[in-house]
């Protein structure tokens, strides 16, 4: 029982560690995104198109002779609930957006409705750990144990059930949101990241520890039940002995006293006088009993 509890513990503990760190980093999907090449210049002489003429002269036509992708920059993205990030081609910073802003109009309702359940997976994972606690520190009421239990459970389920929502109703407005999404931010290619990964760990957790608290309160449910029975049926047999041993005393004391009266009357009067119905109705409930306890 208590190696179960630990185990649920340590796995909702981690369901919950891994949840949040999805929630708050931008690396669900990475990727590259194509941009056009700026031109050089002093300060830029590499990554850029040289068109080798000097532009004084803004009527002047100038040609430049890459091709295909040489015309392009490959810059690397990084996307989460909140944030796209993307690098900056003109330096090495980084310029983040918001990922609620890239998203389709027809989307942000779906994407709302993601974040909205993400929160909800965060905080019933919180109140489900917050029980399993309770319930590893205040163990010594079996019933108040099998309630803290049973509510933990609950909560886990419910949480491990909004969280897969939640993740694949992400996934879905991210790969609309890459085909219908502003121009200059549709990847050319990309892929789930490091935080993707964390959020399916951790309703992989979430779901584990699920299922051992329903594992721990169903066999504590079944022992106390057979303990339960097995006392009752000890109780049972205790009560039918001390029956037994009652009646058979008063069917022994019965049986006596009747022959000690017949004696003194057939003393008295010289002729046999009849055992009494009382005292063979005893002896009949004594054999009676005495089969049955066989």
């Given amino acids: 029982m208590k190696t179960r509890t630990l185990l649920s513990v340590s796995l909702n503990f981690f369901a919950l560690l891994f949840a949040i760190t999805a929630f708050i ?60 990030c993307e690098e900056n081609i003109h330096d090495e910073s980084e310029r983040c957006r918001s990922f609620i802003d890239l998203a389709p109009a027809s989307e942000k309702g779906m994407l709302w409705l993601s974040v909205v359940s993400e929160m909800l997976y965060i905080l019933l994972l919180m109140v489900g750990f917050s029980l399993m606690c309770i319930e590893l520190v205040h163990s010594s009421n079996v019933i108040d144990g099998l309630k803290l239990n049973a509510f933990a459970a609950v909560f886990t389920v419910l949480s491990g059930l909004l969280g897969m929502v939640a993740h694949v109703m992400y996934t879905q407005v991210f790969q609309v949101t890459v085909s219908h999404g502003p121009p200059d931010w549709r990847p050319y290619n990309w892929d789930y990241g490091w935080s993707f990964c964390l959020a399916w760990a951790s309703f992989t957790c979430c779901m584990g520890a699920s299922v051992t608290t329903l594992n721990s309160y169903t066999k504590t449910v079944i022992e106390f ?15 039918a002995r001390e029956a037994y041993g009652y009646f058979r005393d008063n069917s022994l004391h019965s049986i006596s006293k009747s022959v000690d009266v017949y004696s003194s009357q057939s003393l008295k009067s010289g002729r046999r006088t009849p055992i009494p119905t009382t005292s063979l109705d005893f002896v009949d409930l004594a054999a009676s009993l005495g089969e049955e306890q066989c």
């Fill in 25 to 84: 980093t931008t690396y669900w999907c990475v990727g590259t995104q194509r941009v056009p090449k700026p031109k050089c210049s002093k300060l830029r002489t590499h990554q850029c198109i040289d068109y080798g003429v000097n532009e004084t002269d803004p009527n002047k036509v100038v040609y430049s002779w890459e091709t295909g992708d040489d015309r392009f920059l490959f810059r690397q993205f990084h996307t989460g609930i909140w944030y796209s």
């Fill in 225 to 239: 039940r057979h303990k339960r029975k097995t006392f009752e049926q000890t109780i049972r047999e205790e009560n």
